[in-house]
């Protein structure tokens, strides 16, 4: 598999795993609701970051810097709006 698949199903996986727990941070009832939705874009925002520095080191002279930040960002969005819509309405319906 090449670095740049790597990194883009990593960052899929990724995307995923932070929609979860985005979905969490705004089911919180003792926090006001648009901060539950500001936090939850932050931690989306950080993870990323975070992600981009690792794989930088992590792939270091198999990818450029450039490639390494914007491969998998659709993914990555994607799949976190995804899983935040999905698991948010979920546990809003069956956790009232």
């Known amino acids: 598999m090449k670095p740049g698949d790597k990194?883009?199903?990593?960052?899929?996986?990724?995307?995923?795993?932070v929609?979860?727990?985005?979905?969490?941070?705004?089911?919180l009832r003792t926090v006001p609701f648009p901060l539950t939705w500001a936090l939850a874009i932050t931690l989306a925002?950080?993870?990323?970051?975070?992600t981009y520095r690792a794989f930088r080191k992590a792939f270091r002279g198999k990818m450029r810097k450039r490639d390494i930040m914007v491969t998998g960002i659709e993914?990555?969005?994607?799949?976190?709006?995804?899983?935040?819509?999905l698991f948010y309405t979920?546990?809003?319906?069956?956790?009232p």
């Open 75 to 85: 993914a990555y969005i994607f799949l976190w709006l995804f899983s935040w819509t």
């Open 7 to 17: 990194v883009f199903y990593l960052r899929a996986l990724i995307g995923f795993i």
């Open 45 to 50: 925002s950080v993870i990323y970051y975070v």
């Open 19 to 27: 929609g979860v727990l985005s979905a969490l941070l705004s089911g």
């Open 90 to 95: 979920v546990w809003r319906y069956w956790l």
